[in-house]
């Protein structure tokens, strides 16, 4: 099995910036050969996409595509997880081998659960938050059945984050809040043992 040095699991609200700042902070560590960005979506887009006749393409994108099948996209994943709760969780980590992994969206308790299980020293998580305001800035609309639901809940309570990001415009500066999280990812990157003993500031 590959081994990261440290894993960083990063959920928020839709909208909030996830893809955003995962983004950034793969850019400050030096690009995709240092650090992969994970998807749990991927996989799951991937074969809806194939079973469905869609394109895979543009459900990955930030456009309202993946919108309008958003809400049947969760009920097929639920299929899967109920069955597996793991399923997303392995077809991700299989074979990356880069040192630092971002998994940007993780939603449910199981996700979680599933990365400390089996990386437990290595996993760290990160709450991206953003107000309404700036969500829908960004093109959210409340949607019944999906802003209520467990996709976008799940880790609402029950989990104590590392860090809490803010990514409001009228918010505290992105790149200082960032620099906190990069200086824990360099530690454990430069560490011959990995994260042990890495505190979060
Ligand atoms: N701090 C920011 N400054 C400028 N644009 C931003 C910022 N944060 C997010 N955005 C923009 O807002 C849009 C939504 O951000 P992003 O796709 O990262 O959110 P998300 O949480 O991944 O959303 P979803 O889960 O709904 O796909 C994107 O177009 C992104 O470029
Ligand atoms: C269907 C789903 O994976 C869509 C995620 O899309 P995105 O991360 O918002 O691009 C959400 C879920 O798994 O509950």
């Known amino acids: 099995m590959d081994s990261p040095k440290l894993i960083l699991l990063f959920s928020g609200k839709r909208k909030s910036g996830k893809d955003f700042v995962t983004s950034i902070i793969q850019q400050r560590l030096g690009g995709s050969s240092v650090c992969a960005i994970l998807r749990l979506s991927g996989p799951l887009k991937e074969q809806y996409a194939k079973e469905h006749g869609l394109d895979f393409r543009r459900l990955l994108d930030a456009s309202g595509y993946k919108e309008k099948f958003r809400e049947d996209m969760i009920r097929w ?22 040192p630092v992994w971002i998994v940007s969206d993780a939603r449910r308790g199981s996700d979680v659960e599933w990365f400390r299980c089996r990386y437990q020293l290595q996993t760290r998580t990160v709450r991206v938050q953003a107000s309404e305001q700036s969500r829908r800035e960004r093109g959210w609309v409340y949607t019944a059945g999906i802003d209520d639901a467990e996709s976008e809940c799940g880790l609402d309570q029950g989990v104590a984050f590392d860090w809490t990001i803010s990514n ?9 809040q960032l620099e906190r999280v990069l200086r824990v990812v360099r530690t454990a990157c430069s560490s011959d043992t990995g994260p042990q003993g890495v505190q979060h500031q």
């Open 168 to 176: 409001d415009s009228d918010g505290p500066l992105l790149e200082e």
């Open 77 to 98: 994943g639920e299929e899967k997880r109920n069955a597996d709760p793991g399923y997303f969780c392995r077809l991700i980590v299989r074979d990356v081998p880069q």
